[in-house]
């Protein structure tokens, strides 16, 4: 039976940030760094929108956001693996290939599909892109931990 002591220890323990090998600060860097990038991604649409269409004016605001997330991921929040930058950027490619398919994807769907089936109209491409930039978070959070940044070979 647990003792006054033991519940008072728990109550006045400093807090562990790393819940069974998750890392929770790592995590908040990740989407603080991942929320600036898709904020690029997401301006930089607007000045890609002017001389492309929409769906190849997302691919290029993806890629805008995406070479500010490189350099940031791996100052800010995957500091010190051991991988060459050379590897380090074709795994970052990789990674990113599979979220701006998620993100084309879904844009496309919900402005070209999802959005005049339901006779929305307001704003529709901002909106449908806003919507879709927040895909791949999950995917690229266990990708760049696990693949671009790895510490373990």
């Not at 519940?7 to 998750?22: E, G, I, N, Y």
């Not at 500091?79 to 993100?103: D, E, H």
């Not at 929305?120 to 671009?148: D, K, L, N, Q, Y």
Request: hydrophobic share 55%.
């Amino acid at each position: 039976m647990a003792s006054q002591n033991d519940h008072q220890d728990v109550l006045t323990a400093a807090p562990s940030w790393k819940l069974a090998s998750f890392d929770l600060l790592r995590f908040a860097r990740f989407l603080g760094v991942g929320g600036l990038a898709a904020g690029t991604n997401f301006t930089s649409r607007f000045a890609w929108s002017l001389v492309l269409p929409f769906e190849a004016a997302v691919i290029c605001a993806y890629a805008t956001g995406m070479a500010l997330a490189f350099v940031l991921f791996r100052v800010l929040v995957f500091p010190g693996s051991p991988l060459p930058i050379a590897v380090q950027a074709r795994n970052f490619l990789i990674v990113n290939a599979i979220g701006a398919t998620l993100t084309f994807l879904t844009a496309t769907l919900l402005v070209r599909g999802v959005f005049p089936m339901i006779g929305f109209t307001w704003h529709a491409e901002t909106i449908g892109h806003a919507m879709a930039i927040a895909v791949p978070v999950a995917t690229s959070w266990i990708g760049h931990r696990r693949f671009t940044f790895a510490r373990n070979g």
